[in-house]
């Protein structure tokens, strides 16, 4: 009976139970896994990230351990960066350290980064990383709106690539070389506020303490 | 006619108190919600954004009350035109009753410095003080610039069609700094001087109440008072007190306010030195 029955049943199992989903794998290995999502939405389970209290905060500038330089000095003479396949080649101990061991300040002035939990790899990619103006590079000017800021703002063009997710210090003075409109607009708006309060601190403190002081205001 | 009851003068109409109240909800909203998203790197501004269903919830209820703002401030400026055309294009802009600031009110200005110091006598004031001209004008200039700067960010794809990319990093900081400005300006001077002088303790309830104790017009608005009853218009604009159920609640609105705004000035104050700015 068996013989008869269990070909049949086991076509109709396969027709109608579903197919088994990669989603029900477990996975063997930490990083597989955070691959896997990173290449799928961007999402984090909330036990992948850092706790909320130090979720976006860096301790990237303080630097642990030996104290390596950012670059040893030999190697930041022999090659011009900018232009590498492997931006990172050559780098002493590079296997052992964190992005932002090195690139403190690119997180930091980064709302990407500090707001959305955005990764350096969900933009910069996986290793090799390319310098941005590497030819091949996905940051590439020629096709980063498509290939990197459309993965999640869908519809980017050019212009909006133009948005600098490394953000210059506004206040300070290098910025004025970078990005000059940003600049005068921020020290403009600042003169504003700084004026305001300046002049209307004084007044509001020095006419509450004449009211205080007078018994009826005005011309009695 | 009962001259004894109507101890008040007329100082606000209903629309205008009606502009002052959505003015002063929505921008408690914004407020709220602005600085929820500022400080989400805190706990104070996580407890703030849950309120509003969380970082990205804060964000849509910012954008969408943000947009109203923008409505209300064009039929504003509709309601402004419609009165204008009502008092004459050109002479509605001058005199008194009209919010244009003058050479005047640095005059008015000086005096009531000067008074402020002990030096004077108390300038007679008319029905704006200076300072109520520049809050008007602030605001003004506030709802272009955080309007203006806010629906560029708010639609980033649409607006880097118009403006570089870049341009995005100018409007945020712009719209930041302007928001700050605004909310130490309106949670500083603006209560301090509604709430807190002396003379209208606890509160001036006159943007709710439409109306100011006659009496005390005369000692600070002489110039208003003396020019109304060189008019004979004065008659027409006493009025009496708003019943006592409405001044309770004229007055916690206003203290609620204050409560909500002070909130948000500490806490922001408090953790200034915690966020990544």
Known sequence: ?220 | MTTSAKTRIKRFTPMQRLFHLTLMLTFLIQSATGLARMYHETGWGQGLANLFGGFSGALTIHIAVGIFMVCAFVVHLAYAIFLLSRRGMVAGLRGPDSLIPGPGDIREFISHLRWILGLSAHPPLDRWGYWEKFDYWAVFWGMIILGGTGLLLATPLASSQVIPGWGLNVAFWVHRIEAILAMAHIFIIHFFVVHLRRSHFPMDSAMFDGSTDLETARNERSAWVDRLTASGELGTRLTVAPPAHKKIIHLITGLGAVAIGLFLLVGSLMHATRITW
């Open chain 1, 1 to 220: 009976m068996w013989k008869t029955s269990l070909p049949p049943l086991l076509i109709v199992l396969i027709l109608l139970l579903p197919q088994p989903a990669p989603g029900q794998e477990e996975m063997s290995s930490r990083y597989y896994r955070y691959r896997s999502t990173e290449m799928s939405t961007g999402v984090y389970e909330e036990y992948e990230v850092r706790p909320r209290g130090v979720q976006g905060r860096t301790d990237g500038a303080r630097q642990q351990g030996r104290g390596l330089n950012r670059i040893a000095d030999e190697e930041g003479r022999a090659l011009n960066r900018i232009f590498l396949n492997d931006a990172h080649r050559g780098l002493a101990y590079y296997e052992q350290r964190r992005c932002v061991d090195c690139h403190a300040q690119e997180a930091e002035n980064n709302r990407h980064y500090v707001r959305y939990g955005i990764t350096c790899r969900q933009c910069h990619g996986e290793e090799p990383i390319a310098s941005s103006n590497h030819f091949f590079s996905r940051l590439n000017s020629l096709r980063r709106h498509t290939h990197v800021c459309a993965k999640c703002h869908e519809g980017a063009g050019v212009s909006f690539a133009l948005y600098a997710v490394h953000e210059p210090n506004p206040a300070s003075a290098a910025t004025l070389e970078v990005m000059p409109v940003l600049s005068y607009a921020f020290w403009i708006m600042i003169a504003v506020a700084v004026g305001t309060f300046a002049l209307f601190l004084p007044h509001t403190v020095l006419w509450g303490l004449r009211e205080l002081l007078t018994r009826k205001v005005g011309r009695k």
